[in-house]
């Protein structure tokens, strides 16, 4: 297992509590997340002996090194009966797990970011079909590859634009990796600002349309990085910042307080090391 990012850029992260609180708020009864109460499991009809197995099982996995650490958490009937922290929050520098770890959401950002796109599609400000040139006008006439080795690539205009519905959806073809494509030097460079990255993620999607599509729009099916520019729709499309929109649209309203698209420095601290377990994948 290796420490593969700490930064989490470009993900949603957010805590156990702050996740929990976007459930219980759903209840008539709880209105802030100050309502969550404690219990003994069986006030609640639950087991503590059978709950203390998730402890073990968790347990287990850490002292197998296929996790790195975990929070675990139970609810019912609106109270908290189970609530733990285990193994480590950065295990090189032997920075236990704690309670209030932020955790990158990985690609559990991605229904988080389309609901926000979907939010602004039921505001009628787009259409499905409309082509994402509209706003990233890079993208207007964009590329498709043929070969698919790592030669430079033989390319062919899009049989049809890159649309909402394909961004949403991954069938855009679309990617903002440029390695492995056949790309010159020069490219990747633009890409990738020179190995520095760039400020925006709009900055990136716009620099990354020098990369061929890896199919002609709508004609596959490619899990990968499409949210990146789902996010970026959000923002073009709603005037704000992706960060913004989803902690005024979306994580207050819930009671998510403790959720970002880009964690504040002055909670970066709490964040949780993202390893890349090589063993068992």
């Known amino acids: 297992m290796r420490d593969a990012s700490k930064s989490g850029y470009g993900w949603a992260a957010g805590t156990i509590a702050a996740l929990l609180a976007a459930v219980l708020l759903a209840a008539p ?86 609901t926000a796109l979907m939010m602004l599609f039921e505001e009628g400000r787009f259409l499905l079909d409309d082509p994402i040139s509209k706003w990233i006008p890079e993208y207007e006439n964009h590329t498709v590859r043929l070969n698919r080795d790592g030669v430079r690539p033989l390319t062919v205009p899009e049989a049809r634009p890159v649309t909402v519905r394909h961004v949403l959806t991954h069938t855009s073809g679309l990617t903002l990796n440029p390695q492995g494509k056949g790309l010159s030097q020069a490219q990747i460079d633009h890409v990738t600002n020179h190995g520095k990255g760039w400020p925006t993620l709009a900055e990136r999607v716009a620099h990354a349309a020098v990369i061929p599509g890896a199919f002609h729009p709508g004609d596959e099916w490619q899990y990968g990085d499409s949210t990146d520019y789902v996010a970026v729709l959000v923002e073009k499309i709603s005037g704000r910042s992706i960060d913004d929109f989803l902690r005024e649209r979306i994580f207050e309203p819930l009671g998510m307080t403790d959720t970002y698209y880009y964690v504040p420095q002055e909670k970066v601290e709490r964040m949780a090391s993202v390893y890349m377990n090589l063993i068992h994948i």
């Open 29 to 114: 009864s709880l209105r802030a997340a100050e309502d969550v109460v404690v219990a003994k499991p069986e006030s609640v009809g639950m087991s503590s002996e059978r709950l203390k197995r998730i402890d073990s099982f968790i347990q287990e996995y850490i002292d197998a090194d296929r996790i790195a650490g975990a929070v675990t958490l139970v609810a019912r009937k609106g109270k908290v009966v189970h609530f733990e922290a285990q193994g480590w929050r950065d295990k090189e520098n032997g920075v236990p797990m704690t309670e209030d770890t932020i955790f990158v959401l990985m690609s559990m950002t991605k229904p988080i970011v389309s």
